[in-house]
């Protein structure tokens, strides 16, 4: 089953890859944002199977870290800018 | 499975190495910043790859994380301060 | 190769799919709530057949509940993240306007 894993983190690994794409070229903020969301999403599914391969099962705490901070980054990203300097 | 490792590890060294390279020439802060968080993020599942859970948690929580969203708050305030509209924030991507 | 392995391998390559056709999606689709539509399929089905493709292999039962709340928390975060993208980017904030 150990091989089978690793070509599926593999695959979604280049998933990654082919992301970073669309982060470099990506014509407004938001496309980059969103690139970098799917890439915590990707990197998440690669550490998951990460786990049984290396038989390492703390690494789920890492996936759990992952998928909290992906919602702090947008909402730091989304945030209106704030007009006069007043602060 | 040896094999498919170093393909991995191979991949994801590249991915790296060129996540890296588009950071650092990058002008723009606001791209630098997302840049470096996505470069955060597969720092974190390079020390996820080598066995060490706790790096891979501090790196993912602090470096992508929280420096990610102070970084870009400060970002934002740096854009906002500019006065000249040929550096203002609508000229995002100018070449 | 008993029933359970085939029918996880199943759900894993379902779920490698999903993550396939949001990542080309990401990159082909021609505008903006397009690709955020991609995107979010990758994000809440991807990861949802992953994980439940994992779920048989996993050692003990709370490694499985923390497998679905990994699942519940990246539901939650992407749904908020996509409706604020979609949300300034519609606005157009002064930062992001076409």
Known sequence: M???LLSVALVLMAGIAAGLIRVAIGP????????????????????LLLAPVLAVPALIDVALIFSLLAAVAVTAFTRRRITNDGD | MNALLTVFDLLLTLTLLGLALVTVTSREPRRAVILFIAFGLLLALVWARLRA??????EAAIGAGLSGALMLAAARRASGRRTSPAE???????P | MDAVQLLSGAFLLVGAFFFI???VG????????SRLHALTKADN???GFIVLGLMPLAPDLFYGLKLVLVWLLVVIAGATGAHLIAKRALRGDGEDVL
């Open chain 1, 2 to 4: 150990s091989p089978f």
């Open chain 1, 28 to 47: 407004t903020p938001s496309d980059r944002m969103m690139a970098a969301q799917l890439m915590g999403t990707s990197g998440i599914g690669v550490i």
């Open chain 2, 53 to 58: 859970p706790d790096l891979a948690l501090a």
């Open chain 2, 88 to 94: 203002g924030s609508d000229a995002e991507d100018a």
């Open chain 3, 21 to 23: 056709a949001g990542t």
């Open chain 3, 26 to 33: 990401l990159i082909r689709l021609p505008d903006r709530f």
């Open chain 3, 45 to 47: 089905v991807g990861l």
